[in-house]
């Protein structure tokens, strides 16, 4: 199995703020690495597919980069709203995926 | 818009059957370039994706290693929806399930979630 490991594990930061989280994976995974954002009590929230493409409707403060074993996801500006635990999952081993243990971004 | 809306019991016995069903709305369960999943989320294990059923030139079903011998995942076309079954359940079971529609190696479309505590 392809093991995902995401650091840190929380991050607080003020509005406004650029915020990075790093997802690592255990082997190659070319570009297939898919980013969510989940609140409480919610289903996560598909952000970016592909490494890097943002899905419809969701803020262009939030982007993702890498290829290979490492990943980047960044949210340029923080805000309130984005107040949430980010996932990373790997897609390379289709159909079975695997997740990263998630990063809790509060906002201080 | 596509919707995926969950149904089950939220309390299942030891040793039970554990059942859920996820009905498809706006979109077609077999779909030849879609895949429909059943993740399942805990305090301990975090997401953890359970199996997948999709439709190409026949149906097709793949489940996680760690649970191949007690899963079974199936479409009901004339439904347009999928379930899981999962056998022999124990307090480790015990977690928040969702369906999810993946594409293009995501998961694009979640279910709500649904809470299914095992215990007697």
């Known amino acids: 199995d392809i093991q995902m490991t995401q650091s840190p594990s929380s991050v607080s930061a003020s509005v406004g703020d650029r915020v990075t989280v790093t997802c690592r994976a255990s082997?190659?995974?070319?570009?297939?690495l898919a980013w969510y954002q989940q609140k409480p009590g919610k289903p996560p929230k598909l952000l970016i597919n592909?490494?890097?493409a943002l899905q419809s409707g969701v803020p262009s403060r939030f982007s993702g980069s890498g290829s290979g074993t490492d990943f980047t996801l960044t949210i340029s500006s923080l805000q309130p709203e984005d107040s949430a635990t980010y996932y990373c999952?790997?897609?390379?081993?289709?159909?079975?995926?695997?997740f990263g243990g998630g990063t809790k971004v509060e906002i201080k | 818009q596509v919707q995926l809306q969950q149904s089950g019991p939220g309390l299942v016995k030891p040793s039970q059957t554990l059942s859920l069903t996820c009905v498809i709305s706006?979109?077609?369960?077999?779909?030849?370039?879609?895949?429909w999943n059943w993740i399942r989320q805990s305090p301990s294990r975090g997401l953890e994706w359970l199996g997948v059923?999709?439709?190409?030139?026949?149906?097709?079903?793949v489940y996680a290693l760690s649970l191949e011998s007690r899963i079974t995942i199936n479409s009901e076309t004339s439904k347009n929806q999928f379930s899981l079954h999962l056998d022999s359940v124990t307090p480790e079971d015990t977690a928040v399930y969702y369906c999810?529609?993946?594409?293009?190696?995501?998961?694009?479309?979640w279910g709500q979630g649904t809470t299914v505590t095992v215990s007697s």
């Open positions: 999810a529609r993946g594409s293009f190696r995501a998961l694009d479309v």
């Open positions: 706006g979109d077609s369960v077999s779909r030849n370039d879609i895949a």
């Open positions: 059923t999709y439709y190409r030139s026949g149906w097709t079903n």
């Open positions: 082997q190659g995974i070319s570009t297939w």
């Open positions: 592909t490494a890097s």
């Open positions: 999952q790997q897609g390379n081993s289709f159909p079975r995926f695997t």
